[in-house]
């Protein structure tokens, strides 16, 4: 038998870019669009053939999103700022918490825990081309605010000492803003305050655990004040 006759391959295409001699090239277009693809065998007696076909490159979409900031137990929006130059994409969202998977495009979640999570957006076009892109999200505790006091009723002027009870399990306390209900204000951990004026207060505390992650406790009508008498009397000798 005779063995086939040695062939030579040339592979090009328009626009340019691909350019082989090899029988089964590999090549990777970097812009999407149409080309003309040639082929031209030769054989080692100088016999050609060519073959022109069109290969359609469609565009990648770009999957990225923008993270909030997360407070325990509070729900917050992802927002989605994918995109693609031509075409339609479909979102597939993994939020890190074993809690399932979301196919809206700006979906809204909240965590059961605080801690870190590794949230994963993967964006699918439609002509099946994917990308996919991952964010950490540092989920933060939430504080719980209490307080007590050391008197509640009596005359004015009235001195209150507070004592803060909140308790954060899960990180720090960055800060207290008191609120006595006459006007007055405090940033104190434990803060005494003096009541001037006959009448009845609602205090609240709230406690930050970041800029974010806030509890506030509000006791209503907590404080009552009492008006002092005055003593005069006229004197008839």
């Known amino acids: 038998s005779t063995?086939?006759?040695?062939?030579?391959?040339?592979?090009?295409?328009l626009p340019a870019g691909l350019n082989s001699s090899l029988q089964v090239p590999t090549h990777t277009f970097s812009l999407p669009g149409s080309y003309q693809i040639q082929l031209i065998v030769e054989s080692n007696n100088s016999c050609k053939d060519t073959a022109i076909k069109t290969a359609t490159v469609y565009p990648n979409p770009i999957a990225d999103f923008t993270?909030?900031?997360?407070c325990v137990q509070q729900q917050e929006t992802f927002t989605n700022t994918s995109s693609i130059s031509s075409g339609?994409?479909?979102?597939?969202?993994?939020?890190?918490?074993?809690?399932?998977?979301?196919?809206?495009q700006n979906p809204a979640h909240s965590y059961a825990v605080p801690g870190p999570y590794t949230v994963?957006?993967?964006?699918?076009?439609?002509?099946?081309?994917?990308?996919?892109t991952a964010h950490s999200v540092l989920v933060k505790s939430i504080?719980?605010?209490?307080?007590?006091?050391?008197?509640?009723?009596?005359?004015?002027?009235?001195?209150?000492?507070f004592t803060n009870q909140t308790v954060n399990l899960n990180g720090p306390i960055s800060a207290y803003e008191w609120d006595f209900g006459d006007g007055?204000?405090?940033?104190?951990?434990?803060p005494k305050h003096c009541y001037a004026v006959a009448g009845t207060y609602t205090v609240k505390l709230k406690a930050y655990s970041t800029s974010t992650c806030s509890d506030e406790v509000i006791k209503a009508s907590?404080?009552?004040?009492?008006?002092?008498?005055?003593a005069d009397f006229n004197y008839n000798p």
Do not use: M
């Not at 007590?148 to 005359?155: A, M």
């Not at 907590?222 to 005055?230: H, R, T």
């Open 3 to 13: 063995s086939p006759d040695p062939i030579t391959y040339s592979w090009t295409s």
């Open 67 to 70: 993270v909030p900031d997360f």
């Open 88 to 104: 339609t994409i479909s979102y597939v969202w993994d939020f890190g918490d074993a809690s399932g998977f979301s196919t809206i």
């Open 120 to 132: 994963l957006l993967t964006v699918k076009s439609n002509n099946n081309c994917i990308d996919t």
């Open 143 to 161: 504080p719980t605010t209490n307080f007590t006091e050391d008197i509640t009723k009596g005359c004015a002027p009235l001195c209150v000492q």
């Open 184 to 190: 007055s204000i405090s940033t104190d951990t434990d």
């Open 222 to 230: 907590l404080i009552v004040v009492y008006p002092v008498p005055v």
